[in-house]
């Protein structure tokens, strides 16, 4: 994962640099001190992730971003201040460090870099024919989890959940487990009704609740029943474009 970091701080570039050591996949192909000196390395190195400064002699970290021409790398900020938190999120920001940055956070923050390109690689793979026709919230379905059955309607499932080799259904108060990968069976749903919210779950959009902006510049959905799923930051971007006006 080609990454730059970008801080006027020789010292705090030389500290990043150092706690990144560990992270095999991060390779850092440059640094630069301000914006201008940045915008040219964007432009010759093609990165996927930024470490990025907020406060920076001429244009900050914000002002930065709104001058990349193009599709924007991912970003991680970097910062001693806490004020920006909010406005960091609304770029989309991956996660916010504080410095001096502590070595679980940034852990925390390369896993959900790792995350949220593992899922934009599983949604925007090219997917094989499919064999069966898709199914809308009107089929029913039937289900079997040991000696018990259940012929349903789809559209009382609200939640997809990944458990190994296994998806655990979740309609009424019922959970059966069925022997199927969470891509097979995103392959079979009708992409009007059902939302692959991150690795691990699938939503049904008839169901949602409430959307609250989350961690990281993804969303928080509140599914009728109470179930709560985290969309990751790149399906957030998705799932705005799926239900915007």
Not at 61 to 69: A, K
Not at 124 to 140: F, H, I, Q, Y
Not at 220 to 237: H, N
Request: glycine letters at 6%; hydrophobic letters at 40%; charged letters at 35%.
């Amino acid at each position: 994962m080609k990454t730059l970091i970008i801080d006027d701080e020789r010292l705090a570039r030389n500290e990043l640099k150092r706690l990144l050591e560990p992270y095999h996949k991060i390779e850092i192909v440059g640094e630069a001190a301000n914006a201008e000196e940045a915008l040219g390395l964007i432009s010759e190195l093609q990165p996927e992730l930024l470490f990025l400064d907020i406060q920076m002699p001429g244009k900050n970290g914000f002002e930065l971003l709104t001058s990349i021409e193009g599709k924007a790398p991912d970003v991680i900020f970097t910062t001693a201040y806490d004020d920006y938190a909010i406005k960091a999120f609304e770029f989309n920001a991956l996660d916010y460090l504080l410095k001096p940055i502590d070595g679980e956070r940034l852990k925390d923050a390369i896993q959900r870099v790792e995350e949220d390109r593992d899922i934009h690689e599983e949604t925007t793979d090219e997917k094989p024919e499919r064999a069966s026709r898709v199914l809308g919230e009107n089929d029913k379905v039937f289900i079997k989890d040991g000696e018990k059955c259940w012929f349903v309607k789809l559209g009382k499932i609200r939640l997809f959940e990944s458990m190994g080799n296994y998806v655990r259904l979740h309609f009424d108060d019922q959970k059966p487990l069925v022997l199927k990968s969470l891509n097979s069976l995103e392959d079979r749903l009708d992409p009007e009704n059902y939302f692959r919210a991150n690795r691990k779950h699938i939503i049904n959009l008839q169901w949602v609740d409430k959307i609250e902006p989350w961690f990281s510049g993804g969303l928080l959905v509140t599914l009728q029943g109470g179930d709560r799923i985290e969309i990751s930051r790149r399906q957030a971007i998705r799932f705005k474009e799926l239900m915007s006006l």
